[in-house]
């Protein structure tokens, strides 16, 4: 009886001396993360890592930028930008030249510039017409690369 009287008070020292360590987030984003949000122990933390794990969020938190995860920035691998970039090379092409067009507001919807940056961003993809559409057979990924490149700086 002492020997196990003994291993919880020990326990107990372990996980008070972890949770005086400080805030730290070892188990990142997810349902666990949130709802385990602000308590640093190490008991908090494995049952948010085991939340998250059990209930696999955290790949749909970040594919969506919810469930306190971020979205990655690299919008080249966006499945919605890839599709619609590939199916609309001409039409894109002729809107980009012109500097105006519906496939420009639907591509600045699709990589979510906000509204008051999207006539900027237009005049800049127009200016650099030649670089992203060098010749005829540019592909998709190239052309979303170089647009990404410009957004960027706007």
């Given at each position: 009886?002492?020997?196990?009287?003994?291993?919880?008070?020990?326990?107990?020292?372990?996980?008070?001396?972890?949770?005086a360590?400080?805030?730290r987030?070892?188990?990142?984003?997810?349902?666990?993360?949130?709802?385990?949000?602000?308590?640093?122990?190490?008991?908090?933390?494995?049952?948010?890592?085991?939340?998250?794990?059990?209930?696999?969020?955290?790949?749909?938190?970040?594919?969506?930028?919810?469930?306190?995860?971020?979205?990655?920035?690299?919008?080249?691998?966006?499945?919605?930008?890839?599709?619609?970039?590939?199916?609309?090379?001409?039409?894109?092409?002729?809107?980009?030249?012109?500097?105006?067009?519906?496939?420009?507001?639907?591509?600045?919807?699709?990589i979510?510039?906000?509204?008051?940056?999207?006539?900027?961003?237009?005049?800049?993809?127009?200016?650099?017409?030649?670089?992203?559409?060098?010749?005829?057979?540019?592909?998709?990924?190239?052309?979303?690369?170089?647009?990404?490149?410009?957004?960027?700086?706007?």
């Amino acid at each position: 009886m002492k020997k196990i009287m003994m291993a919880v008070v020990v326990s107990l020292l372990v996980v008070s001396v972890a949770s005086a360590a400080g805030p730290r987030n070892n188990c990142g984003c997810g349902l666990g993360s949130m709802v385990f949000e602000g308590q640093d122990s190490l008991v908090t933390q494995v049952f948010a890592a085991t939340t998250n794990g059990f209930f696999g969020n955290q790949t749909f938190g970040i594919t969506s930028g919810t469930l306190g995860c971020e979205r990655p920035q690299a919008w080249v691998e966006n499945e919605k930008l890839n599709k619609f970039v590939s199916e609309n090379m001409d039409t894109l092409a002729v809107d980009i030249a012109s500097g105006k067009g519906e496939s420009l507001d639907t591509l600045a919807e699709i990589i979510q510039v906000p509204a008051d940056r999207r006539e900027k961003l237009y005049s800049a993809l127009q200016s650099n017409f030649d670089n992203i559409y060098p010749s005829a057979k540019v592909t998709h990924e190239q052309v979303i690369k170089k647009i990404a490149v410009i957004a960027q700086k706007i």
